[in-house]
């Protein structure tokens, strides 16, 4: 009679031999660590200078985005709300002071704000005329005229290159930073010198946008959202604006 012991022990030893080698696999895995990279666009892997610049050729090429935040300038902080697109833009702008909503379509520039920001106060009091004139004009959209000192300044809140130009550039050397998750998606920071030059999150999930900037110096932060989405930018109605055709009536804001 044939004896089938031998096949029985070497069939083990084969399986004991899989499970060794299957853990040590395992074991030698987890000790690498699982790949950062793994399920992300890749940007992850490129030098710094690579990843700014196929970030900034994201922002440009994409149809509106949405900026939230706080600027903080010369002039003051502000705090932004606003959609942008090649178009134009639409949202809100606080100060300290006073808030307006801002509305731009192609050249066409509007503001609209409440009356008090439209009274013009001279010796801490505001005459009559002025104060009947502010009524008219508060909760309409009034119309910048170009030549007015004021419409380079409040056209760049609703302008979509001057203000990506201005947020996305870092200063100092360009380095690499930590990852992180920003509203959501998984991204890798940029760093100006150590973080002094200010920070930028980029996604490292779908196209490298830019999600969020740390202005350095404390100038503020900076959410970027909705990519590529569109939004309605239409110019408001007759009745609910008013076109003064030259130079705007001076105001508090």
């Known amino acids: 009679m044939t004896s ?16 060794l080698c299957g853990g040590l696999v395992a074991a030698l895995t987890a000790c690498a660590g699982e790949d950062p990279d793994k399920g992300t666009n890749g940007i992850g892997r490129l030098p710094a200078e690579q990843i700014d610049t196929k970030a900034r050729a994201a922002a440009d090429s994409a149809d509106g985005v949405r900026l939230a935040g706080t600027l903080v300038t010369k002039g003051g902080t502000y705090v932004l709300n606003m959609k942008l697109s090649d178009k134009g833009g ?64 409040l056209r760049g809140f609703t302008d979509k290159k001057v203000l990506l130009d201005g ?24 760093l100006g010198g150590k973080g002094e030059g200010g920070a930028l999150d980029v996604s490292l999930e779908g196209k490298p946008y830019p999600v969020r900037v740390a202005r350095g110096g404390g100038g503020g932060t900076v959410t970027l959202a909705d990519w590529g989405r569109a939004f309605p930018l239409e110019a408001p109605k007759d009745d609910d604006t008013v076109d003064y055709g030259g130079q705007l009536p001076k105001s508090s804001g």
């Open 4 to 19: 089938f012991a031998p096949a029985v022990r070497n069939h083990r030893r084969t399986a004991l031999a899989v499970v």
């Open 90 to 153: 639409t949202g809100s702008v606080s100060s300290k002071k006073r808030s307006f909503v801002l509305l731009r379509v192609e050249d066409e520039l509007f503001i609209k704000a409440d009356a008090d920001f439209w009274i013009h106060e001279e010796g801490g009091k505001a005459s009559r005329s002025d104060q009947e004139a502010a009524e008219k004009l508060g909760g309409k959209y009034v119309k910048v005229p170009e030549g007015d000192p004021s419409y380079g300044q």
């Open 167 to 190: 947020l996305l550039t870092l200063h100092g050397t360009l380095n690499k930073g930590a990852r992180d998750t920003v509203t959501g998606h998984r991204t890798i920071q940029l």
